[in-house]
């Protein structure tokens, strides 16, 4: 409850970290015979997206300009992500690649954060493997990057800060958001989920939920800087809430934001199916911003294997709230995540995920095989199906859900669609792109000051990657 801490701008720590980064940039002023310049990467999902803008708004802070390359950067910052191998892999390997870059840049400062560092081991390999790195912070120390740096920069040893916390609220940090037309809005932090596959719980510390009132005037700030797309951030968003004194659930939080004048629309992610309610169903139904699409993560097709992951839902009431949302809310779409070879699964197990796959018919299917990792529970549990087998399930999986796509898709010729223009398309001249509302790819004909607005598009053609229209 109230013992999970809050900062802002006015709290003792983050005005001190405001000092570190006065300090910071008086020790950059003369450091390089150019502006200084910072290029910040992230890895993994929305969250760390979010966290990633945090780090640049403080960099910006301090004096740096953004760099397009590590080559070109005096520091150069890699948000890393743990949720499976191949993502700490691809780190290890972007980081490899900056020792060269380094030799050549005087005075460069190499700086790794986020969920892979979190992990002590990773942090410990870190600090034997890798000398040329000079910072080192998880996800609870992210706000004293200012300190760290101007520790750094005024010649003190390699700075680590990847100590374990349940984790705290910091409101009030700079920000510098990637785009113009959509953003991200985290409404919780953590996780207390612990699905046995999962590293989330462990490098992002306890479920915590941002005060209403604290959401409620950033969506505010993003209407009215003319945002025209809100993604709504959490681990869970379905267990929003549940940390805060306040009676508020995450239907009403939406229900409010859901009022605010504008012309935007709401999206949300994740919703874990154990805690979507019918009121949630309800609530998207009546709230004519928030998006006919619910990505609502279902993991395997099995029971067995359901509740191996602590998943806390069966298949069949997974299947109710699909056909509950189809009931209640006009043309959904849902989209998925599947892990493929989850230990002790077995091919029967597999075909279940299968049919079910078939059975909703998801316009989205992200999927993965499993990747075991330290210090959670699956990883201590027998695995018997090789790597080889696996990767075929996982192509048989893709094959099946192409096909569904390809179905959809064609059902979309000749409708007239509501779509958020938010780019230049990928088909050549007078191409713009764009998501509808239940967030299909359109490439349309269209003037370039349409980007940034919604605008109807008439569907002539469909291919399983995208519609294309007028
Ligand atoms: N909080 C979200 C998911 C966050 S992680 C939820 O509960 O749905 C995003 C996705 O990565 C998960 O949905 C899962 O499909 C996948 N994932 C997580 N850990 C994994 C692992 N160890 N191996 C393979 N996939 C994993
Ligand atoms: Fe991981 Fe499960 Fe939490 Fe999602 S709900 S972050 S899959 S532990
Ligand atoms: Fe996100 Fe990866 Fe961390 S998925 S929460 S960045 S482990």
């Known amino acids: 409850m109230s013992e999970i801490k809050r900062l802002d701008a006015e ?76 993502a700490e892999d691809r780190v290890f390997g972007n980081v490899g690649a900056l020792k060269p870059v380094k030799q050549k840049r005087r005075g460069m400062i190499i700086g790794l954060c986020g969920c892979m560092v979190q992990q002590q081991n990773i942090a410990e390999k870190i600090k034997q493997s890798y000398p040329y790195v000079d910072l080192v912070f998880g996800t609870h120390a992210l706000y004293t990057l200012p300190e760290l740096l101007y520790h750094r920069l005024s010649g003190q040893k390699r700075q680590f800060s990847t100590g374990d916390s349940p984790g705290e609220i910091v409101e009030g940090l700079p920000l510098r958001r990637d785009g113009e037309i959509k953003a991200n809005l985290p409404v919780m932090y953590g996780c207390n989920n612990f699905c046995t596959y999962c ?57 409010e934001i859901n009022h605010i004048d504008g012309d935007f629309i709401l999206r949300f992610m994740t919703s874990h199916p154990k805690d ?43 299947l109710e709230l699909i056909s509950y949302a189809r009931r209640t809310i006009p043309d959904v779409t849902f989209s998925s995540d599947i892990i493929v070879g989850f230990p002790g699964e077995t091919r029967e197990d597999f075909e279940q995920t299968v049919e079910l796959v078939k059975k909703v018919g998801y316009t989205t299917l992200y999927t993965f095989i499993y990747s075991p990792r330290t210090g959670t529970k699956a990883a201590l549990m027998d695995d018997p199906i090789p790597e080889a087998e696996k990767s075929r399930w996982l192509r048989e999986l893709l094959d099946v859900q192409s096909a569904i796509r390809e179905e959809q898709q064609g059902h979309f010729v000749g409708r007239t669609l509501r779509v958020l223009a938010d780019g230049t398309g990928r088909s050549g001249e007078g191409w713009l792109s764009g998501r509808t509302v239940s967030n299909d790819i359109v490439e349309f004909q269209g003037p370039p000051d349409a980007i940034g607005r919604f605008v109807e598009v008439k569907i002539e053609r469909a291919l399983n990657w995208a519609l294309f229209g007028k």
Do not use: W
Request: charged letters at 25%.
């Open 11 to 86: 709290s003792e720590a983050l005005i001190r970290q405001r000092e570190f980064a006065q300090k910071a940039k008086k020790l950059l002023a003369g450091r390089y015979d150019h502006p200084p310049l910072a290029y910040v990467h992230t890895f993994g999902c929305q969250q760390n997206v979010s966290d990633g803008e945090k780090i640049k708004g403080m960099l910006a802070e301090i004096g740096y300009g953004s760099a397009d390359s590590p080559e070109t950067a005096d520091l150069v910052i890699y948000n890393t992500c743990a949720v499976r191998e191949n």
């Open 199 to 255: 590293i989330v719980p462990y490098v992002r510390g306890r479920e915590r939920s941002r005060h209403p009132e604290d959401v409620l005037a950033e969506a505010r700030q993003l209407v009215q800087m003319g945002y025209r797309e809100i993604t709504l951030l959490g681990q869970n968003v379905n267990s929003y809430g549940h940390t805060l004194e306040e009676q508020i659930d995450f239907s009403d939080l939406l229900r």
């Open 276 to 318: 979507c309610t019918h009121k949630l169903i309800d609530t998207i139904a009546a709230c004519d911003k928030v998006c006919n699409h619910i990505h609502l993560p279902v993991q395997s097709g099995s029971n067995r294997v359901l509740d191996l992951m602590n998943r806390h839902y069966t298949v069949e009431e997974y």
